[in-house]
């Protein structure tokens, strides 16, 4: 089974930078979309950024101009960049990857585990 892995949680000072990481242990054959997913306390999970295989990136009204979402294809890599961080990005952080395995046809999303993003006032 696939599961993706986030790093780089932790905690921040209001007005601080984090950048998150996901990776998996295995190499995808077509890699489509990752996104990025946060479900903060008491709340429902709500989409935060995406990056297509164009390249093109789309951010929440709530993260625009703050989060920068990119990827390093070559090294299985994808990234979150937040800065300007709000007591309000208080949430677990998921990355999802839409592809495709070397040995399963179909495309397919891969949730990563969540990694817990605090940022105190």
């Known amino acids: 089974q696939v599961q993706p892995v986030e790093s780089g949680g932790g905690l921040v000072q209001a007005g601080g930078s984090l950048k998150l990481s996901c990776t998996t242990s295995?190499?995808?054959?077509?890699?489509?979309?990752t996104g990025w997913y946060r479900q903060a306390p008491g709340k429902q999970r709500e989409w935060v950024a995406t990056?297509?295989?164009?390249?093109?990136?789309t951010y929440a009204d709530s993260v625009q101009g703050r989060f920068t979402v990119s990827r390093d294809v070559a090294k299985n890599m994808h990234y979150l960049q937040m800065n300007s961080l709000k007591p309000e990005d208080t949430a677990v952080y998921y990355c999802?990857?839409?592809?495709?395995?070397?040995?399963?046809?179909?495309?397919?999303?891969?949730w990563g585990r969540g990694t817990q993003v605090t940022v105190s006032s």
């Open positions: 999802k990857i839409s592809a495709s395995l070397y040995t399963v046809p179909g495309q397919r999303d891969y």
């Open positions: 295995e190499t995808f054959f077509s890699l489509k979309h």
């Open positions: 990056i297509t295989s164009s390249g093109t990136t």
